[in-house]
């Protein structure tokens, strides 16, 4: 068979290709080339009739597809979300599909070449597929990741072990002046009274009193290495904590703390050394009820947010503040950032914004609205503008706050509720899991007895539709209103570890792989 080819076309000459051997052919005018002759030449370029002995057509490629993110089988918890980015090459469409809709919206038609983000909605092996068609065939490829349990279920003790701390007896947070342990922070640092890792506490009521709000001192405790519970150190004492009930902690050991039945609201900032100043003090608070510290950032300086909870009638002057510190943690300015989240009651059954919760990955605050039974983030928090965030909702007057909660503002699109609803019932405390979810805290105000709702531990992701993953964790199935702060960490293998003060036995309680009393489930310290 011939294969002929044009090479060259100069003039009114054409070069081409026979046998093996190059031939010229003259001719007087392009249209006195004969039909024949001129199909035979392209086809000798092997036009409309594929690969002849090349391989394919050079006309009509084959496709290709790959996926760059995930490049190799993956892992996430569940409450993550994954990213896919694929690429292909000579293709005019593609399908994606997934293994099980479980696995997350990858589905129907894509872009030649993108990404997308990816949310498995339950545990599982999920496989991820995209297939590319072109002119030159179809051509497909796939990627896998594997979903398993979500943290606070992973840290659960086995299926028919008993979880409740009764009958354990462990150290008070400070059995001569305090009970009612709410403030809890792990340590950043070594400085003063403090060693790093140190659980940092501080009480709500004072030991032999029944006045709620009366405790006003902060201990430590070193997290033990066996199943002994620690012995609590004194940290601090003043008036000045009265009613103390969150803490945050500053690279240098510091401790600023809400103090919500102290005269004047000072906002007090402790040493490490256990000196209780106030430099905030020029500063309007009104009833502190939650904090967090923000590091510093190549754009951003430090930053402390303090939340507000007035007491008394049902009103909506919950209110978050932003004070600027210098390298020195020196106050530089203040800012109200949010207000209207709908506040009141009385020392022991309070209604407010609590449990601020910080995420540096996304420069994202946590609020946990009570009155709301809600989860808010506040997403590029160090941007938004005095009282940039303005929480709707129709409190003020109404014998008991309202859940619906709309946001307006010049940083309204900054807010968005997360998780709302059952299982949350007047949570309080929130902690930040190594995964970017967060575990919650009910109160239980209001709970008329125990049962199988009361005193949960809840898993919110701020990515998983509605929030919430996994199983709640019932951690006490005696008096409801329980749990009060939670902190998180990591072990030096990187494992979760949750602590979160346990008011029912006044102890410091322990989720994690560290050796506990119960052989596996919480522990106290």
């Given at each position: 068979?011939?294969?002929?080819?044009?090479?060259?076309?100069?003039?009114?000459y054409?070069?081409?290709?026979?046998?093996?051997?190059?031939?010229?052919?003259?001719?007087?005018?392009?249209?006195?080339v004969?039909?024949?002759?001129?199909?035979?030449?392209?086809?000798?370029?092997?036009?409309?009739?594929?690969?002849?002995?090349y391989?394919?057509?050079?006309?009509?490629?084959?496709?290709?597809?790959?996926?760059?993110?995930?490049?190799?089988?993956?892992?996430?918890?569940?409450?993550?979300?994954?990213?896919?980015?694929?690429?292909?090459?000579?293709?005019?469409?593609?399908?994606?599909?997934?293994?099980?809709?479980?696995?997350?919206?990858?589905?129907?038609?894509?872009?030649?070449?993108g990404?997308?983000?990816?949310?498995?909605?339950?545990?599982g092996?999920?496989?991820?597929?995209?297939?590319?068609?072109?002119?030159?065939?179809?051509?497909?490829?796939?990627?896998?990741?594997t979903?398993?349990?979500?943290?606070?279920?992973?840290?659960?003790?086995?299926?028919g072990?008993?979880?409740?701390?009764v009958?354990?007896?462990?150290?008070?947070?400070?059995?001569?002046?305090?009970?009612?342990?709410?403030?809890?922070?792990?340590?950043?640092?070594?400085?003063?009274?403090?060693?790093?890792?140190?659980?940092?506490v501080?009480?709500?009521?004072?030991g032999?009193?029944?006045?709620q709000?009366?405790?006003?001192?902060?201990?430590?405790?070193?997290?033990?290495?066996?199943?002994t519970?620690?012995?609590?150190?004194?940290?601090?004492?003043?008036?000045?904590?009265?009613?103390?009930?969150?803490?945050?902690?500053?690279?240098?050991?510091?401790?600023?703390?809400?103090?919500?039945?102290?005269?004047?609201?000072?906002?007090?900032?402790?040493?490490?050394?256990?000196?209780v100043?106030?430099?905030?003090?020029s500063?309007?608070?009104?009833q502190?009820?939650?904090?967090?510290?923000?590091?510093?950032?190549?754009?951003?300086?430090?930053?402390?947010?303090?939340?507000?909870?007035?007491?008394?009638?049902?009103?909506?002057?919950?209110?978050?503040?932003?004070?600027?510190?210098?390298?020195?943690?020196?106050?530089?300015?203040?800012?109200?950032?949010?207000?209207?989240?709908?506040?009141?009651?009385?020392?022991?059954?309070?209604?407010?914004?609590?449990?601020?919760?910080?995420?540096?990955?996304?420069?994202?605050?946590?609020?946990?609205?009570t009155?709301?039974?809600?989860?808010?983030?506040?997403?590029?928090?160090?941007?938004?503008?005095?009282?940039?965030?303005?929480?709707?909702?129709?409190?003020?007057?109404?014998?008991?706050?309202?859940?619906?909660?709309?946001?307006?503002?010049?940083?309204?699109?900054?807010?968005?509720?997360?998780?709302?609803?059952?299982?949350?019932?007047?949570?309080?405390?929130?902690?930040?899991?190594?995964?970017?979810?967060?575990?919650?805290?009910?109160?239980?105000?209001?709970?008329?007895?125990?049962?199988?709702?009361?005193?949960?531990?809840?898993?919110?992701?701020?990515?998983?539709?509605?929030g919430?993953?996994?199983?709640?964790?019932?951690?006490?199935?005696t008096?409801?209103?329980?749990?009060?702060?939670?902190?998180?960490?990591?072990?030096?293998?990187?494992?979760?570890?949750?602590?979160?003060?346990?008011?029912?036995?006044?102890?410091?309680?322990?989720?994690?792989?560290?050796?506990?009393?119960?052989?596996?489930?919480?522990?106290?310290?």
């Amino acid at each position: 068979m011939n294969r002929t080819t044009i090479s060259e076309a100069l003039g009114t000459y054409i070069r081409y290709r026979q046998l093996g051997i190059f031939k010229t052919m003259r001719v007087s005018n392009w249209g006195k080339v004969t039909s024949g002759l001129f199909v035979s030449v392209l086809a000798g370029c092997g036009g409309g009739h594929g690969g002849g002995g090349y391989g394919g057509s050079p006309m009509n490629p084959a496709p290709t597809v790959s996926f760059s993110q995930p490049a190799a089988a993956a892992t996430i918890n569940f409450g993550q979300s994954l990213t896919v980015a694929w690429t292909s090459a000579y293709t005019t469409s593609c399908t994606a599909t997934a293994s099980s809709a479980a696995g997350g919206a990858f589905t129907g038609t894509q872009m030649t070449s993108g990404s997308m983000t990816v949310v498995p909605t339950a545990a599982g092996n999920y496989t991820y597929t995209l297939s590319c068609t072109g002119t030159g065939g179809t051509k497909s490829a796939s990627a896998s990741v594997t979903v398993t349990p979500n943290i606070l279920n992973a840290l659960a003790p086995p299926a028919g072990t008993a979880i409740a701390s009764v009958g354990l007896t462990g150290s008070t947070t400070d059995p001569a002046k305090g009970y009612n342990p709410y403030g809890l922070v792990v340590a950043p640092a070594t400085a003063g009274l403090i060693t790093k890792g140190d659980l940092v506490v501080c009480n709500f009521n004072m030991g032999g009193s029944t006045s709620q709000g009366s405790g006003m001192n902060i201990v430590g405790l070193h997290p033990p290495t066996g199943s002994t519970p620690s012995t609590p150190y004194p940290i601090a004492s003043s008036p000045d904590l009265l009613g103390c009930n969150a803490l945050t902690m500053l690279p240098d050991d510091s401790i600023s703390a809400a103090a919500w039945s102290a005269a004047q609201n000072p906002n007090p900032l402790v040493s490490a050394s256990g000196m209780v100043g106030t430099p905030f003090s020029s500063d309007t608070f009104a009833q502190p009820w939650g904090e967090a510290y923000v590091a510093a950032t190549a754009t951003q300086p430090a930053a402390i947010y303090v939340s507000n909870a007035p007491g008394g009638a049902t009103n909506a002057g919950g209110t978050i503040d932003r004070i600027s510190l210098d390298a020195n943690n020196a106050q530089t300015s203040f800012t109200e950032i949010l207000t209207g989240i709908c506040s009141g009651g009385v020392a022991g059954m309070v209604f407010g914004p609590a449990g601020l919760t910080y995420d540096p990955a996304s420069d994202t605050l946590y609020v946990v609205a009570t009155s709301a039974d809600s989860v808010i983030a506040l997403a590029g928090v160090s941007s938004i503008p005095k009282d940039g965030v303005v929480v709707n909702g129709q409190c003020a007057g109404a014998a008991t706050p309202t859940p619906a909660l709309t946001f307006s503002g010049p940083s309204m699109a900054s807010a968005r509720v997360i998780a709302h609803g059952s299982p949350l019932s007047t949570p309080l405390s929130a902690a930040l899991l190594k995964n970017g979810d967060l575990v919650v805290g009910n109160a239980d105000i209001g709970a008329p007895g125990p049962s199988a709702t009361t005193n949960l531990l809840i898993e919110v992701s701020p990515v998983v539709p509605n929030g919430f993953v996994g199983t709640p964790l019932q951690i006490d199935t005696t008096t409801p209103g329980a749990i009060f702060g939670i902190a998180a960490t990591v072990d030096a293998a990187g494992n979760q570890i949750i602590y979160f003060n346990n008011d029912n036995n006044n102890a410091v309680m322990q989720l994690g792989p560290v050796a506990s009393t119960t052989g596996g489930g919480p522990g106290p310290y």
